[in-house]
């Protein structure tokens, strides 16, 4: 089994204004809950360990998890108010991005309330936001470090400067992680905001002599790269008719241990020994997962049959 750790929000969209306010369209969304959803998807058993609200925002997000086949036994419910990222276009069709998380649910999970993991758990997916902010943060990070020798532990960084624009305070928590992670997963973009004067390569090599097995980064349309201490390997992306890019990086991520999983590879010796055609091989499948999701509307992953 897979246990994702993070967030889950909703992604509320400003409409029209009515006679007495304006139109709201409330969406699913955190790059956790998309790749909990898209490793359910691709067939793997996996549970989310997450803080929920009780409030009618968090009963949605909860019966999508359940609808996908995710495990929800790891939520940690409060009545506290679910995380709104709020989404407005001004009279130039520039958009606006306002977020209200303070005191939100997914930030309470704590040391003290942090679910047990079921035995079966065999790998642990961290990433975004809810790995900065606290109390969350600190939860997770030490959860991540305990677990290391038993289980695999994969970390996209996912960086939202919206939520918490301190750049050092990213760069200190991704530096800590790399300590603790077998997989490193991030993008061209998150590299660009944390780390400008480096080149992906440079960034990939410190990591792993920080302690990393294998880090992989993807650059969009433009394919993605992947290091070990072994080698290093690179993956085109498959041309397709984008409608929108959301939810890509996290149907990649999701197929990056779909395929691990597959192949008996999903421990800290074999992605450090992984030679550079199965490194292509894994990238190969991971960007056609994430062309799927590019092809459509949303964060609306594939299934298993789809990506063969």
């Known amino acids: 089994m897979f246990v994702v750790c993070g967030e889950a929000l909703m992604d509320v969209y400003v409409g029209a204004v009515t006679p007495v306010g304006l139109q709201l369209d409330a969406r699913i969304g955190g790059s956790p809950l998309n790749v909990a959803q898209g490793l359910a998807r691709l067939g793997l058993p996996v549970a989310f360990l997450a803080g929920l609200s009780t409030d009618a925002f968090g009963e949605r997000l909860l019966a999508s998890l359940r609808a996908e086949g995710v495990d929800t036994s790891l939520t940690v419910r409060s009545d506290a108010p679910t995380t709104l990222s709020v989404v407005s276009v001004d009279a130039l069709g520039v958009p606006r991005y306002a977020f209200h998380g303070t005191g939100a649910a997914d930030r309470q999970i704590t040391a003290d309330n942090l679910p047990s993991l079921p035995p079966q758990a065999r790998a642990l997916q961290f990433g975004s936001y809810a790995m900065v902010v606290e109390p969350v943060g600190s939860a997770l990070r030490m959860l991540a470090a305990s677990e290391r020798s038993r289980r695999l532990v994969a970390y996209d960084l996912n960086v939202r400067l919206n939520v918490e624009p301190d750049v050092q305070r990213w760069r200190t928590v991704v530096a ?53 201490a072994a080698g290093q390997a690179e993956s085109g992306s498959p041309k397709v008719q984008v409608v929108d890019t959301v939810g890509a990086g996290d149907t990649f991520q999701a197929a990056l241990l779909c395929w691990l999983e597959e192949h008996g590879l999903l421990d800290a010796a074999s992605l450090g020994a992984m030679d550079a055609a199965h490194m292509a091989e894994m990238l190969d499948f991971a960007a056609r997962a994430a062309a799927i999701t590019c092809s459509r509307r949303g964060a609306d992953m594939p299934r298993r049959g789809e990506v063969d």
Do not use: N
């Open 176 to 228: 800590g992680m790399a300590e603790v992670v077998h997989l490193m997963k991030t993008s061209d973009e998150d590299l660009t905001l944390l780390y400008p004067e480096e080149t992906p390569a440079q960034v990939a090599s410190r990591w792993l002599a920080q302690g990393a097995a294998m880090v992989v980064v993807t650059r969009g349309g433009d394919g993605a790269s992947a290091w070990t």
